[in-house]
């Protein structure tokens, strides 16, 4: 298919439609509702606290990401269970039985006249590179896996951040869902077209970082100043609200800060394969557990994400 060849070749894809605009404007809604249980205060309605220290309970503000760690509102949940995103995923990871991955929100203040709200403009990697590539088989992201409890929103951005290694070459896939539209100017994601292909090469090109980062560190940021080449060829990738990117989680990847005089909002999301080595009945068991109970918490009866998914 067109979309998994060229998934293949620059690392990423935009699929449109995956949310309706009702959709998006009630997730919008949403956000604002998690904001304000941060900050206590109305801040939809009063852009003065989007400056006050306030905003620094909002989650990492320097990235525009709303909660510092996984969010769990009856919309966050829902959204995961979108039928049209569950199709994406499918079509480029080549299986229908999938996982769908606890992440949280983005919302990128706009900072065109208020230049302090700005975010850091960045690329990084969901991973570590050097591990990747030294690694002969899975067996440490098994060992990570498998001993994962759930009993904290932590461990679920532990489960995305362990794709394996190069030897054995799974396919793992991030996504995010721009709920309005993201021109140029709104800044928000970017990536290096292609660079999946050529990670290898340049894991071995810059190896004597592997002491400066580690081999544990599993999200690695780097500033322009270290790789200049990288953010020259960046490109923001713009896109409709309502519409999904995914890319493969070796893509170098970030987000620029927002230059205009709208808000940029953002749900994140990776589903991967429900059969792996790593799925064992115990880490399963205690995967069922805490989702039910987060489920109950904001009354959603699991039947419900059945007929969602039928």
Known sequence: MR??????QFGFVVIANVFTPQQCKDTI?????VIESFVEQPARQNEKLW???LWNRTGIVNEGIIG?????TRKI?????????????ATILGTKKLLVNQDRYGMFRPAKEHPKRATMTNLHLDMNPWRYCKDKDNSHQVKVLTSLSYKYDHDWITENNEPGCDTVGERHVQGLVNLADNLEEDG?????????????????EHKTWSSEYGLYSMFNVFYEYDIPELFATACHVSSRAGSAILWDQ????????????????????????????????????????????KLQAVNIDPEILRGIQK
Request: proline share 6%.
């Open 3 to 8: 979309h998994v060849h060229f998934f293949d």
């Open 68 to 72: 510092n760690a996984s969010l769990w």
């Open 250 to 293: 070796r893509t170098m990847h970030g987000s620029r800060a927002n230059r205009s005089l709208r808000p940029r909002f953002a749900q994140f999301f990776k589903m991967f394969p429900a059969e792996h080595p790593a799925m064992i009945p115990e880490r399963a068991e205690n995967r069922r557990k805490a989702l039910l109970a």
């Open 29 to 33: 809604s949403d956000i604002w509702n």
């Open 51 to 53: 400056d006050s220290q």
């Open 188 to 204: 928000g994601f970017w990536l290096c077209p292609g660079f999946h292909r050529y990670l290898a090469q340049w894991t071995t």
């Open 77 to 89: 949940l829902l959204n995961r269970q979108t039928p049209a995103l569950h199709t994406a995923f």
